[in-house]
């Protein structure tokens, strides 16, 4: 594969020296289906990770429940020792249940076993960046979140973590969050269907805090899947490609983190980064968030 170097231009997490390419890779389509157990081929997904590498991704997300345990297993042996500059960011608050249901965890002792956990399958005595996830299962929830963000506060003042970052969380909770903590970056539900968050996404940008979407294509309608389509036919591209691309033009914030176990999406997922949206692209798909819904 030919070395990529332009990977979406460059993010510095405020108040950090960690620069990263805005076009990263989520770990969680590593493990089994689901994200419960392992895959069915590991090789491949060590092949997926190394290829990720070489082309010049340095920002991987992933967590210890993914699995549980599995992707960060597969990420040590894929990666460790670690490329100087990689930034691997984590998250905690939740467990998995025998059933592989998605369990919230964010007492203090839940939080302190998340985080040994991450460093032992990791490899790592200190972790770069951990995300406190709360809320739903696809949403935030009211209420406050000062107790167990008070908990990784604790553990970053430890030297067990370099910077925190939320998932999840409404710009109230922030809010409150900034009074304990410093905050680097927000995972939440956001793409070019779903936008809720557009001004939260706009005020975090004048913060200088990262915004980082998950969920590139989920919950569209047919309709507005159609338009979708229409503008990735229109620029032989893909429909993941002009939703990822339209996101990285939304604002210098925005990092993302396509996840996939395979080679070819790997090379799709990066490609994204190097299509240029004409205006009259992003007029058609800045309409799909107010499309009628079928």
């Known amino acids: 594969m030919t070395q990529q170097t332009n990977l979406g231009g460059t993010f510095t997490l405020p108040g950090t020296s960690m620069t990263v390419n805005r076009m990263g890779y989520g770990a969680m389509q590593l493990a089994g289906p689901h994200v419960f157990g392992p895959p069915k081929d590991i090789d491949v997904a060590v092949a997926v990770l190394r290829e990720a590498i070489a082309a010049g991704v340095n920002h991987i997300d992933t967590s210890d429940f993914y699995g549980p345990h ?23 608050g939740a467990r998995r249940g025998e059933d592989a249901s998605w369990n919230p965890a964010l007492s203090r002792q839940d939080l302190i ?16 960046v951990v995300n406190l996830r709360v809320g739903g299962v696809m949403g935030p929830t009211e209420g406050s979140i000062a107790a167990p963000l008070t908990f990784l506060a604790e553990l970053k003042a430890q030297g067990l973590i370099r910077h925190l970052g939320l998932s999840n969380v409404t710009p109230q909770q922030l809010a409150e969050a900034q009074k304990i903590a410093d905050i680097v970056c927000i995972q939440n539900l956001y793409n070019v269907a779903h936008r809720t968050d557009d001004a939260f996404l706009d005020d975090l940008a004048k913060q200088g805090i990262a915004y980082v979407p998950f969920f590139p294509l989920g919950g569209f309608t047919p309709l507005q899947s159609s338009l979708l389509n229409e503008a990735a036919a229109s620029l032989q591209s893909t429909p993941m490609q002009v939703a990822q691309a339209w996101l990285l033009q939304r604002s210098p914030n925005v990092l993302l983190i396509p996840g996939t176990s395979s080679l070819a999406h790997l090379r799709e997922n990066l490609k994204a980064a190097t299509l240029q949206l004409p205006p009259e692209t992003i007029t058609s798909l800045n309409s799909i968030a107010a499309a009628p819904k079928q």
């Open 70 to 92: 599995v992707t960060n297993q597969i990420i040590k042996q894929a990666l460790h020792p670690y490329k100087d500059g990689l930034i691997i960011v984590t998250k905690v």
């Open 113 to 128: 076993d998340a985080v040994h956990d991450n460093l032992r399958n990791l490899a790592l005595d200190k972790l770069d």
